[in-house]
T-cell receptor
Framework: GENVEQHPSTLSVQEGDSAVIKCTYSDSASNYFPWYKQELGKGPQLIIDIRSNVGEKKDQRIAVTLNKTAKHFSLHITETQPEDSAVYFCAASRRLDGQNFVFGPGTRLSVLP | EAGVAQSPRYKIIEKRQSVAFWCNPISGHATLYWYQQILGQGPKLLIQFQNNGVVDDSQLPKDRFSAERLKGVDSTLKIQPAKLEDSAVYLC????????????FGAGTRLSVL
């Protein structure tokens, strides 16, 4: 089955700096890769996603890149703000309709003012 | 629109006791998921419903866990009997249909088994 690894497990950055979180997956048939943000006491919330036919996607301060050959994808957050502090999860799915997610173990991001 | 509602928010029980969690998905969402999130880990899918039918329960420990979605709306997840290793947050999520990939999560139920 699919296995998703995520690094780093914790990340601290100064406000205004960039943050990068990296994930690798094992199943070459995976074709949908969402990123979720989970704040304390809340459920995960989708922040951005990418499909296997696209190499990069950007939404304001957030971007995701995908390298299918190497089977890894990354989340980039620029101009970080304190409200970006949360746990971020990547996930991979074999189906284009996004079912049967396998989540990574998460990255705790702390943005220091 | 209202989000995914879950109750209770917290539950503390002793091992070998039974517990049930309730989920009300976003109105109109046909697909419902239950995930288990152990502290420090990502969510792990337990079961997926499409309307009132089970699509995937391959990771549900069926000797002690059960779930139902009788009318295709609300769902309950039950553990009987509970073990210490069942301590986790149980998340419910819903999506518009099996062909719509965005899953919306509830806040979860934090279960502590003593």
């Amino acid at each position: 089955g699919e296995n998703v690894e995520q690094h780093p497990s914790t990340l601290s950055v100064q406000e205004g700096d960039s943050a990068v979180i990296k994930c690798t997956y094992s199943d070459s048939a995976s074709n949908y890769f969402p990123w979720y943000k989970q704040e304390l006491g809340k459920g995960p919330q989708l922040i951005i996603d990418i499909r296997s036919n696209v190499g990069e996607k950007k939404d304001q301060r957030i971007a995701v890149t995908l390298n299918k050959t190497a089977k890894h994808f990354s989340l980039h957050i620029t101009e970080t703000q304190p409200e970006d502090s949360a746990v971020y999860f990547c996930a991979a799915s074999r189906r284009l309709d996004g079912q049967n997610f396998v989540f990574g173990p998460g990255t705790r991001l702390s943005v220091l003012p | 629109e209202a989000g995914v509602a879950q109750s209770p928010r917290y539950k503390i029980i002793e091992k070998r006791q039974s517990v049930a969690f309730w989920c009300n998905p976003i109105s109109g969402h046909a697909t419902l998921y239950w995930y288990q999130q152990i502290l420090g880990q990502g969510p792990k899918l337990l079961i997926q419903f499409q309307n009132n039918g089970v699509v995937d329960d391959s990771q549900l420990p069926k000797d002690r866990f059960s779930a139902e979605r009788l009318k295709g709306v609300d769902s309950t997840l039950k553990i009987q009997p509970a073990k210490l290793e069942d301590s986790a947050v149980y998340l419910c999520a819903s999506s518009l249909s099996h062909s719509k990939n965005i899953q919306y999560f509830g806040a979860g139920t934090r279960l502590s088994v003593l």
